[in-house]
Nanobody, 129 residues
Framework: VQLQASGGGLVQAGGSLRLSCAAS????????MGWFRQAPGKERDFTAA????????FFADSVKGRFTVSRDSAKNTVYLQMNRLKPEDTAVYYC???????????????????????WGQGTQVTVSS
């Protein structure tokens, strides 16, 4: 499985960006797709996730109400729509896949980067003030 993240860039505070994560090699099935971000000198933090089959979503408190996550099954792609961006959203954004977990993962597991076996290469998002 290969994940290709794209859509990053430079945007002014208050603006919007949409990140894409396209998967090749297989369909997502019952997988969980996650978005994480890492700012310079900081750990990789959970941002958002989506249960592919159910469509249910999870968000970090810092982005709730501003970010949405969606999927296009035909394109095998997951999206992170980021609105009302703030300078503190500046980071490298990574998509990740937890493929066919075989059991129900709770929120604590969904937000843990260690749960994800597959990672995209990251895309830089810079929000200027």
């Amino acid at each position: 499985v290969q994940l290709q993240a794209s859509g990053g860039g430079l945007v002014q505070a208050g603006g919007s960006l949409r990140l894409s994560c396209a998967a090749s090699g297989r369909s997502f099935g019952s997988s969980i797709m996650g978005w994480f971000r890492q700012a310079p000198g900081k750990e990789r933090d959970f941002t958002a996730a989506l249960r592919w089959r159910e469509g249910s979503t999870f968000f970090a408190d810092s982005v709730k109400g501003r970010f949405t996550v969606s999927r296009d099954s035909a394109k095998n792609t997951v999206y992170l729509q980021m609105n009302r961006l703030k300078p503190e959203d500046t980071a490298v954004y990574y998509c990740a896949a937890l493929l066919d977990p075989g059991r129900w993962y709770n929120r604590q597991e969904v937000v843990d980067p260690g749960s994800y076996a597959y990672w995209g290469q990251g895309t830089q998002v810079t929000v200027s003030s």
